[in-house]
T-cell receptor, first 111, second 115 residues
């Protein structure tokens, strides 16, 4: 699986958009970009995934650059409950194998 | 909604004890996983299973074993607990690779302390 690089921590004001970057310069053509988050003392929670097109769901938007070497997770209106560690993972869709979670980005939403 | 439950949220055991961590999922998922999470190391895979009675080693299987006698239940066993097995243990399940998003659904975790 391709390695990802994320900033260790970020702050965001409540109500503003939180933009979390991820670099995955060695991503392969068949690898998807997944985002999970982990709120303190809970298990990781799936947020969104994509291949090359931008994706949006009720939780977030995922913007993938045209060369697919980086992506950004956008939480459009951050709330205090979005304070969590966010993990960016790249892996092929058609595999039952594990997700390789790195150390992620610790996002703190400030009132 | 998919639900993955783990038998205990917090557990304290003594060195040398045999420890059982239980995980149950209610969505008929074929795949189940056991991870441990330690500060600065992220999640590391211990064992996983694609089917009943089937198991595969992950990245750090030493000191652990698993059991999958029923599809919905995946047990992690510490044969002789040691202090370096003090950690957060997370169970996950997922649908087969051919369907769905292949996302993994996680349980709440068990924080195990070995004294």
């Amino acid at each position: 699986d391709a390695k990802t690089t994320q900033p260790p921590s970020m702050d965001c004001a409540e109500g503003r958009a939180a933009n979390l970057p991820c670099n995955h310069s060695t991503i392969s053509g068949n690898e998807y970009v997944y985002w999970y988050r982990q709120i303190h003392s809970q298990g990781p929670q799936y947020i969104i995934h994509g291949l090359k097109n931008n994706e949006t769901n009720e939780m977030a938007s995922l913007i993938i650059t045209e060369d697919r070497k980086s992506s950004t997770l956008i939480l459009p209106h951050a709330t205090l409950r979005d304070t969590a560690v966010y993990y960016c993972i790249v892996r092929p869709l058609n595999t039952g194998n594990q997700f390789y979670f790195g150390t992620g980005t610790s996002l703190t939403v400030i009132p | 909604d998919v639900k993955v439950t783990q038998s205990s949220r917090y557990l304290v055991k003594r060195t040398g004890e045999k420890v059982f961590l239980e995980c149950v999922q209610d969505m008929d998922h074929e795949n189940m996983f056991w991870y441990r999470q330690d500060p600065g190391l992220g999640l590391r895979l211990i064992y996983f299973s694609y089917d009943v009675k089937m198991k595969e080693k992950g990245d750090i299987p030493e000191g652990y074993s698993v059991s999958r006698e029923k599809k919905e239940r995946f047990s992690l066993i510490l044969e002789s607990a040691s202090t370096n097995q003090t950690s957060m243990y997370l169970c996950a399940s997922s649908s087969p690779p051919s369907g769905g998003t292949n996302e993994q659904f996680f349980g709440p975790g068990t924080r195990l302390t070995v004294l």
